[in-house]
């Protein structure tokens, strides 16, 4: 126990050194702007000893909600010099400066948990949210759909920058005009654990194409280079549904088109099966072919409120083959990679939603062994940004905010405020 009261005090102090006021960072140095979705799960980790800072932190980030409803991935609250790509590369006309595109949407998710845990004080700080999380969330719908499935234009939109679903999508993009540039990250972490630079040659031809277009919509779904329904995002999406219609029953706010949402992904997400692998999968929306890859992003069918027998088969073969789960790729693939962010890795952030879905869908032992691995990795190497499934090494970069908060949250066994509103204690095994 006093280890774990140890780690808890860590958890704080790295969450407290990160933030920047009204915002966190992910870690000093190698993240020095505001995240999207790291923003979230820093919001859900201060609701653990801080509920007002919270709230700002989710308030900080839809402030820079596009009039399109577009939630950006990168927020540049400042000016930082050999941040590659800053904010002049992104050009995208926005005051403050943000990146072009947009990120995995778990706020409205997160929103309704803190709101549980203190619903006096957060009434009316959900009340202000709640159009804005509608905005965000119409968004993806008008923009993002295709047929229910939810796609990203860029690699970095789902989060998961490197993963080899993208690879087949990737590799005919030219990348002729893509010029010299610098990176920053292979400053801070060792090259062989961040995307390689032919990953990076085309992340960089995709941003210059939609910067030609001036960030138009219409132009980037019809003749963008990269285009691919994502099963990660489809079920985080369809989760955030399934939470902001509760939050509209809370506000009394009609719920119909979020209702629509939620049975057009429903519908949706029988496209993204793959029975050749068994599991979902990401198709490329320009040619319609599967990536063929297992990813962690795979198994968040639980956390999107979508059962799956045949996914259960498959995710037992997965964890069995990595000593700690889950891998961010599967270990029996031959582009595994147990180092290189998320080609093999374990990622917390992922595991929470893995291990919040299972528990949820009633997979209480699935769900624990999910919990308990990630407890196990940051015990013994700390909060790491992402941890080799294999050894357990820390990867990435270090104090990261993401990892301490799902520490407070879900992953410590002093987390029970938070495990009894997510469910962590109930079930049917």
């Keep these: 126990m006093i280890v774990i009261n140890f780690l808890d005090e860590q958890a704080k102090k790295i969450m407290l050194g990160n933030d920047k006021g009204n915002y966190t960072v992910p870690t000093v140095g190698l993240y020095p702007y505001q995240w999207n979705w790291d923003s979230a799960f820093a919001a859900l980790g201060f609701a653990t000893f801080d509920i007002n800072r919270a709230w700002i932190e989710l308030e900080t980030l839809f402030s820079s909600q596009w009039s399109n409803g577009m939630v950006p991935h990168i927020i540049f609250h400042q000016s930082i010099a050999g941040y590659f790509p800053g904010p002049d590369v992104w050009d995208t006309n926005q005051v403050p400066q943000t990146s072009g595109i947009s990120q995995p949407p778990v706020a409205a998710s997160f929103a309704r948990l803190i709101f549980d845990k203190d619903k006096e004080f957060g009434l009316d700080r959900l009340k202000e949210l709640f159009p804005k999380f509608m905005a965000s969330h119409r968004w993806f719908f008008e923009h993002r759909n295709e047929n ?29 005009n893509v010029g010299e540039y610098d990176r920053n990250d292979l400053s801070h972490v060792d090259p062989h654990m961040r995307p390689q630079k032919q990953d990076y ?67 949706g997400v029988e496209q993204l099966w793959n029975p050749k692998i068994g599991a979902y999968d990401a198709i490329n929306i320009r040619t319609g072919t599967f990536a063929n890859s297992i990813s962690s992003a795979s198994f968040l069918c639980w956390y ?52 919040m879905g299972l528990k949820q869908m009633g997979h209480n032992k699935r769900a624990e062994k999910v919990r308990s691995d990630t407890a196990v990795l940051i015990a013994k190497s700390g909060f790491a940004e992402y941890f080799n499934p294999i050894d357990a090494s820390p990867a990435g970069g270090r104090d990261f905010t993401w990892t301490a908060a799902i520490w407070l949250a879900w992953a410590s066994p002093n987390a029970s405020d938070f495990q009894e509103i997510l469910g962590v204690k109930n079930g049917r095994d």
Excluded at 219 to 231: E, H, I, L, Q, Y
Excluded at 256 to 267: C, D, F, G, V, Y
Excluded at 324 to 346: C, M
């Design 304 to 355: 999107g409120g979508v059962e799956n027998s045949t996914l259960l088969e498959t995710f037992e073969r997965v964890i069995k083959s990595s000593t700690y789960s889950v891998p961010s790729h599967d270990p029996n693939s031959e582009k595994f990679e147990p180092f290189r962010y998320w080609r093999g890795p374990v990622w917390g952030v992922i595991n929470t939603m893995i291990g």
């Design 201 to 267: 040659d085309r992340f960089m031809a995709i941003v210059y194409f939609a910067r030609a277009c001036n960030w138009n919509e219409k132009t980037m779904a019809k003749n963008g280079p990269f285009r691919v329904a994502d099963s990660g995002m489809t079920f985080i999406l369809l989760r955030a549904n399934r939470d902001l219609l509760e939050i509209a029953k809370i506000l009394g706010e009609d719920g119909s088109e979020i209702e629509r949402w939620i049975k057009t992904i429903e519908r």
């Design 148 to 176: 229910g499935m939810i796609v990203v234009n860029h690699p970095w939109e789902s989060g998961r920058d490197n993963a080899p679903e993208w690879d087949e999508a990737m590799q005919n993009i030219d990348i002729s």
